[in-house]
């Protein structure tokens, strides 16, 4: 019952009109963010953090987070209307979401994903207000040894877990170890790799390297794709929402099933695209009529969503309760919290109670008023596709150079 | 249920074409990449060894930790080089198209420009000169409309940026002519 009480504060320390203000305008960015092609969850954050270096670390961090809650439920949107899944962990939401737009039924879909979205973030959440504080305690007893251990587990996992050849996961790991022992050794204060050149006497910021990494590739990586869309606009009445709500009930198993793959691959580093596939395979295998899925069956919608989303929530968990990140995006909150000048890790529990119950009471929140918002305004932001990546592009490799450039 | 007519259609007229020629596989890529990084890992060993990468009597020496780093990998390097060059059945797989390729040039080169103009005109008006010659020369938008986003989006960026919150970029001749 103590996490209650201290989720009650979380939400005290939330109520201003200022942090709510900023929770809807991350939630419209995020949404934003989501549907348009060559930005996604973690680019989309490293983009906008530097809009929160001048804020203070709470109001901040909620805001971005609000960014990455838009994103989740933003790339749903073009899967379902358009067939192009804005992010890879909504590939699977394709299989069914598309065929089902194609009959017709485009609200119904969209209604099933941002709905089964939220019902896995809110499983996750709750996962993270009764688990995190037990770990995070657990882990102040912690000395450098267990750390040590802590660590090495991690990087094995993501050798072991990831869908790379190993040794090019094992290079990357080595470049970015290499990256961050550039400058000054914390320890002797002798200078190492910098080869005379004063910029690198401080060393590599770990943001600048983020938004190299994740903004200026992932346009690259789009303007190799056709970019031309054909889709459906569509419209979600009240009338479609309470009979997608009333369905809902006969899925428990389905939501349940993705929920708890979601939350499992998301503290590991899975990751929320092979919780995706995962939640929508299991579906079909359990399934009685598997020859309905990829022909517009709603169940096909409701897992990879759930999963996608609860994976990409907990995905926070190892991050505030442990320091240790468990996806992209949770490293590039990681980064933000440092340069707000607090250092991640079980501390922050006792150390900045407001921020930590701050940020859990967001995600419940953020999740309510992004799922109202996605429900009302989806034609809306349909509509945004129609701005040509012509012009989206060049708007985006700026962002990244003011994001380099605010550090 | 009647069908819905397609409401939204976004036409990509430069796309890259499906039946391109091949420019590299990815078979010539992961050899390069990998011959580039065993060369930065040796480099930066040699750098660490230079260091120091003994123990004296405060500890281990600065260099010790990314010594074994670089190790490790050019280590990973060459398991990569060798698996590629020793693997029997060749990938056939693409690595980029030619068209693919001129599209990512598209970007990547304007990009470049973007950087080496900010030294002397600042940020602001190097980035209306991207977003404007972008979308004329690239996405062939006309000129009123490239000219008029592109202004609208440098100056939301000034005002965001600069004077609401306080953010330094780097600024130009433009900027000071202002007073800023």
């Not at chain 1, 969850?41 to 909620?62: E, K, R, Y």
């Not at chain 2, 304007?110 to 209306?128: E, H, I, K, N």
Request: charged share 10%; net charge neutral.
């Amino acid at each position: 019952m103590e996490a209650f009480g201290l989720l009650m504060y979380g939400f005290s320390v939330l109520l201003t009109w200022k942090i709510l203000a900023l929770m809807m305008v991350g939630l419209v960015l995020g949404i934003f963010v989501g549907v348009l092609p060559g930005l996604g969850g973690p680019n989309g954050v490293a983009i906008l953090l530097p809009l929160t270096f001048t804020m203070d670390p709470t109001s901040a961090i909620v805001m971005l987070s609000c960014i990455y809650w838009g994103a989740l439920f933003g790339g749903a949107i073009t899967s379902i209307l358009f067939n192009i899944p804005g992010e890879a962990w909504s590939v699977a939401t394709t299989f069914d979401g598309y065929p089902m737009a194609q009959q017709g039924k485009a609200a119904e879909a969209l209604t099933a994903a941002f709905t089964s979205s939220f019902i896995g973030s809110l499983v996750a959440v709750l996962l993270i207000t009764f688990l995190a504080p037990g770990i995070a305690s657990f882990a102040l007893k912690f000395g450098p040894p267990e750390f040590f251990a802590v660590y090495l587990l991690t990087f094995c996992s993501f050798v072991g877990l990831g869908r790379e050849e190993k040794h090019k996961t094992i290079i990357s790991m080595a470049l970015g170890l290499l990256l961050a022992s550039v400058g000054m050794d914390t320890v002797s204060a002798q200078l190492r790799m910098t080869f005379g050149w004063s910029e690198l006497f401080r060393g590599i910021n770990f943001l600048v390297a983020v938004i190299g990494l994740f903004g200026i590739s992932e346009i690259l990586l789009t303007m190799e794709e056709r970019l031309a869309l054909r889709g459906h606009a569509a419209k979600i009445s009240l009338r479609v929402v309470l009979k997608v709500w009333k369905e809902l009930p006969r899925y428990w198993a389905t939501l349940l099933r993705s929920s708890v793959i979601g939350c499992w691959l998301g503290i590991t580093p899975g990751g929320a695209i092979a919780a995706s596939f995962m939640g929508y395979n299991l579906a079909k295998r359990f399934s009685k009529d598997q020859d309905s899925f990829g022909k517009g069956r709603i169940e096909g919608v409701f897992a990879p969503e759930t999963a996608a989303h609860a994976s990409g929530t907990s995905a926070l968990l190892p991050m505030l309760a442990l320091g240790i990140p468990g996806s992209g995006t949770a490293a590039i909150l990681l980064g933000g919290l440092m340069v707000w000048g607090l250092n991640p890790g079980p501390l922050l529990f006792v150390e900045h109670k407001g921020f930590v119950w701050g940020l859990i009471a967001s995600m419940y929140l953020g999740n309510v008023v992004g799922l109202i918002l996605v429900l009302t305004t989806v034609p809306l932001f349909a509509a945004v596709l129609r701005v040509p990546f012509a012009a989206i592009a060049p708007m985006i490799v700026v962002s990244c150079a003011i994001g380099a450039f605010a550090i | 249920m009647p069908k819905p007519e397609v409401e939204i259609v976004v036409e990509d007229p430069g796309a890259p074409a499906d039946d391109s020629p091949a420019l590299t596989s990815s078979r010539t890529v992961d050899i390069a990449v990998s011959i580039v990084l065993l060369g930065f890992a040796l480099l930066l060993a040699f750098d660490n060894w230079r260091t120091g990468i003994s123990w004296d009597s405060t500890g281990p020496q600065a260099g010790y930790f990314p010594f074994y780093l670089a190790v490790i990998l050019a280590t990973a390097c060459l398991y990569g080089l060798c698996k590629e060059l020793l693997a029997r059945r060749q990938r056939a797989e693409t690595f980029v198209t030619r068209a693919q390729f001129w599209r990512v040039i598209q970007v990547f080169v304007p990009t470049l420009l973007f950087c080496l103009l900010m030294q002397w005109l600042g940020l602001y008006v190097a980035s209306f000169l991207l977003v404007a010659g972008f979308m004329i020369f690239v996405g062939r938008i006309a000129a009123w409309k490239a000219v008029l986003t592109a202004a609208v989006f440098s100056l939301a960026m000034f005002v965001t940026f600069d004077i609401a919150f306080d953010v330094i970029m780097p600024k130009g001749p433009l900027e000071a002519l202002f007073g800023h």
